[in-house]
């Protein structure tokens, strides 16, 4: 039991620093990107690659992945960023479904469908990581350092330059902001630290494939962050502990069909988020319930 | 203060031929306007408009809807680019130049629709207009912030938003909402205001301050131009307008010559 409730925590932490990651350029931007797991896989995979054949350690393996999905995002950021936001949308879909096809392809960065097998346990500074609780320390420590960098960002003059493209693009140019840049910068932010993520989970299963990264996975974290409330430190953490939580909750209900859980927690999924739209469209966290941010 | 509307005499128009106020003649232009032309397909929106924005006056565009006045303010600031024509800044093109960039070089403007940053407070609202050259955060320690924060209360207590400084501009009043829109472009250290009709709506206090407002930033060398269509606002605030319809610049001068012309009038008022 406490080595389920271990794995859940872990996972937990992981999908946290995902939705607060995926939160940065939701809540604060308002970029609505559908492209998160592709900077979560690229996180995973080049951790995976670099602890393989280079080394496991974790100030070398995470660096690493941060630069690949930072690299990465600009190919999508710079030309997308410079049109209105829903055209991001429909760019970040289609870098998602052009992501998901080369990790299923790429056989020698991803192991292709197959995955990549045996990565090794991560070390920090040669101290090899490769218990529950210690997997469950670290993430939650990556997780606080993140919202640490996260709180403090939105708090500066960037932050407010953020916000302010957010609720009025022309203004903020009008105002002598350099949207395209500004935008692009916390587009390749957000996606180096969900490497972060990538990474984490990459040495927690040591074992990964496409199934992970796909366009399920982004909707999975645009959920958390709007269910739990954009634009807040809280709303991520608590999305994503609530849809984590949910299929195990599920189980626990003996009278609903087992075998249809994964349809019955699509179904809730859909429906948490009719009704927050409708009646807190902010999330549960928002302090505004009218839709403030 | 009295609920009647003030004359721009009675707050303090200044005479003429006194330092970067007064008169129109004789001042630096800080804003060339050369025939600029704009076609949105069929529709001719600016017609080869050529006007003078001179320093330290007031001048305002007038004209009826439609007339292109907010597409001249587009076009100035960058949002949209003319079809032919220049505008110079200070003797520089800023045709082709990014909106940020304009902005930058020290033309600030308004909207009609305030596109106010809603869910930032007030006091956010006014830092984020001082912040337009920063990244990640102001240089230049705690003196600079001690002295942004001061500007910031200056701005608040002369636009009267003191009371409403953590409220979100989403939960202004209306009148308040026009004041934080003017308290916006104060924060800025733009030399040219361009206005998109600051005034309308303002009840008679609201709007006497804003006046009073507008003449003390004139006063200290800000050059302002102003969309209006009230006729009563255009006389008080005016020291130059400039009239278009349909496009073009039909007249340019002195507020008594342009509003004393019957064809403008008739033109104002659709009797054409």
Same mark, same amino acid.
Request: include cysteine.
């Given at each position: 039991?406490?080595?389920?409730i271990?794995?859940?925590?872990?996972?937990?932490?992981?999908?946290?620093?995902?939705?607060?990651?995926?939160?940065?350029?939701?809540?604060?931007?308002?970029?609505?990107?559908?492209?998160?797991?592709?900077?979560?896989g690229?996180?995973?995979?080049?951790?995976?690659?670099?602890?393989?054949?280079?080394?496991p350690?974790?100030?070398?393996?995470?660096?690493?992945?941060?630069?690949?999905?930072?690299?990465?995002?600009?190919?999508?950021?710079?030309?997308?960023?410079?049109?209105?936001?829903?055209?991001?949308?429909?760019?970040?879909?289609?870098?998602?479904?052009?992501?998901?096809?080369?990790?299923?392809?790429?056989?020698?960065?991803?192991?292709?469908?197959?995955?990549?097998?045996?990565?090794?346990?991560?070390?920090?500074?040669?101290?090899?990581?490769?218990?529950?609780?210690?997997?469950?320390?670290?993430?939650?420590?990556?997780?606080?350092?993140?919202?640490?960098?996260?709180?403090?960002?939105?708090?500066?003059?960037?932050?407010?330059?953020?916000?302010?493209?957010?609720?009025?693009?022309?203004?903020?140019?009008?105002?002598?902001?350099?949207?395209?840049?500004?935008?692009?910068?916390?587009?390749?932010?957000?996606?180096?630290?969900?490497?972060?993520?990538?990474?984490?989970?990459?040495?927690?299963?040591s074992?990964?494939?496409?199934?992970?990264?796909?366009?399920?996975?982004?909707?999975?974290?645009?959920?958390?962050?709007?269910?739990?409330?954009t634009?807040?430190?809280?709303?991520?953490?608590?999305?994503?502990?609530?849809?984590?939580?949910?299929?195990?909750?599920?189980?626990?209900?003996?009278?609903?069909?087992?075998?249809?859980?994964?349809?019955?927690?699509?179904?809730?999924?859909?429906?948490?988020?009719?009704?927050?739209?409708?009646?807190?469209?902010?999330?549960?966290?928002?302090?505004?319930p009218?839709g403030?941010? | 203060?009295s609920?009647?509307?003030?004359?721009?005499?009675?707050?303090?128009?200044?005479?003429?031929?006194?330092?970067?106020?007064?008169?129109?003649?004789?001042?630096?232009?800080?804003?060339?306007?050369?025939?600029?032309?704009?076609?949105?397909?069929?529709?001719?929106?600016?017609?080869?408009?050529?006007?003078?924005?001179?320093?330290?006056?007031?001048?305002?565009?007038?004209?009826?809807?439609?007339?292109?006045?907010?597409?001249?303010?587009?076009?100035?600031t960058?949002?949209?680019?003319?079809?032919?024509?220049?505008?110079?800044?200070?003797?520089?093109?800023?045709?082709?130049?990014?909106?940020?960039?304009?902005?930058?070089?020290?033309?600030?403007?308004? !909207?009609?629709?305030?596109?106010? !940053?809603?869910?930032?407070?007030?006091?956010?609202?006014?830092?984020?207009?001082?912040?337009?050259?920063?990244?990640?955060?102001?240089?230049?320690?705690?003196?600079?912030?001690?002295?942004?924060?001061?500007?910031?209360?200056?701005?608040l207590?002369?636009?009267?938003?003191?009371?409403?400084?953590?409220?979100?501009?989403?939960?202004?009043?209306?009148?308040?909402?026009? !004041?934080?829109?003017?308290?916006?472009?104060?924060?800025?250290?733009?030399?040219?205001?361009l206005?998109?009709?600051?005034?309308?709506?303002?009840?008679?206090?609201?709007?006497?301050?804003?006046?009073?407002?507008?003449?003390?930033?004139?006063?200290?060398?800000?050059?302002?131009?102003?969309?209006?269509?009230?006729?009563?606002?255009?006389?008080?605030?005016?020291?130059?307008?400039? !009239?278009?319809?349909?496009?073009?610049?039909?007249?340019?001068?002195?507020?008594?010559?342009?509003?004393?012309?019957?064809?403008?009038?008739?033109?104002?008022?659709?009797?054409?």
């Open positions: 039991m406490t080595a389920y271990l794995n859940l925590l872990v996972l937990i932490s992981v999908y946290a620093i995902l939705s607060t990651t995926l939160n940065f350029i939701i809540g604060y931007a308002g970029i609505f990107s559908l492209a998160h797991a592709v900077f979560f690229i996180g995973g995979y080049t951790a995976a690659l670099v602890a393989m054949n280079v080394t350690e974790f100030f070398v393996a995470i660096p690493v992945a941060m630069a690949a999905a930072a690299v990465t995002s600009l190919l999508l950021a710079l030309p997308a960023l410079r049109v209105r936001g829903e055209y991001f949308v429909a760019a970040s879909l289609g870098l998602q479904v052009l992501a998901v096809t080369l990790f299923s392809e790429w056989k020698s960065f991803t192991g292709g469908i197959g995955g990549v097998i045996g990565i090794p346990a991560v070390e920090m500074l040669g101290y090899p990581i490769y218990k529950p609780w210690q997997f469950l320390l670290m993430s939650l420590i990556c997780l606080v350092i993140i919202i640490g960098i996260i709180r403090i960002l939105v708090h500066t003059s960037f932050g407010r330059s953020l916000k302010a493209i957010r609720d009025s693009e022309s203004a903020a140019l009008a105002s002598g902001k350099n949207v395209t840049v500004i935008k692009t910068l916390s587009v390749v932010l957000s996606s180096a630290l969900a490497a972060v993520a990538g990474a984490l989970y990459a040495f927690y299963m074992f990964i494939n496409v199934q992970s990264f796909m366009l399920d996975t982004s909707v999975l974290v645009m959920a958390m962050v709007i269910i739990g409330g634009a807040t430190i809280l709303g991520p953490l608590l999305g994503a502990a609530l849809l984590m939580l949910m299929p195990s909750v599920l189980t626990y209900l003996s009278f609903l069909p087992q075998t249809e859980i994964g349809s019955i927690q699509q179904i809730v999924y859909g429906m948490a988020m009719v009704l927050l739209m409708i009646f807190r469209p902010g999330g549960i966290v928002s302090s505004h009218g403030g941010k | 203060m609920e009647q509307l003030m004359t721009a005499q009675e707050i303090e128009k200044p005479a003429p031929g006194s330092g970067f106020t007064g008169s129109t003649d004789g001042q630096d232009v800080l804003l060339e306007i050369t025939d600029l032309s704009k076609n949105f397909g069929g529709l001719q929106a600016i017609n080869d408009v050529s006007l003078n924005l001179r320093a330290g006056i007031i001048t305002t565009l007038v004209g009826p809807n439609g007339a292109g006045k907010t597409t001249l303010f587009n076009m100035i960058g949002h949209i680019s003319p079809s032919e024509g220049d505008v110079s800044w200070q003797g520089e093109s800023v045709i082709g130049q990014a909106p940020w960039r304009i902005a930058r070089a020290g033309i600030a403007r308004t !909207f009609q629709d305030l596109r106010l !940053f809603t869910h930032m407070t007030v006091e956010e609202n006014i830092l984020t207009m001082m912040e337009s050259g920063s990244w990640l955060w102001q240089s230049g320690g705690k003196f600079r912030k001690a002295k942004r924060l001061d500007k910031v209360n200056q701005i207590e002369r636009t009267g938003l003191t009371d409403k400084r953590h409220t979100r501009a989403l939960d202004l009043a209306y009148a308040e909402r026009k !004041f934080l829109s003017l308290a916006r472009i104060m924060a800025t250290d733009s030399r040219l205001w206005l998109d009709e600051p005034a309308s709506g303002l009840d008679p206090n609201s709007y006497n301050l804003f006046l009073r407002l507008l003449r003390e930033e004139v006063k200290e060398g800000i050059t302002v131009c102003i969309i209006e269509h009230n006729l009563d606002i255009v006389v008080n605030i005016s020291d130059r307008i400039a !009239f278009l319809d349909q496009g073009k610049l039909l007249a340019d001068g002195e507020p008594q010559a342009i509003l004393n012309d019957p064809a403008l009038a008739a033109i104002y008022f659709g009797e054409r």
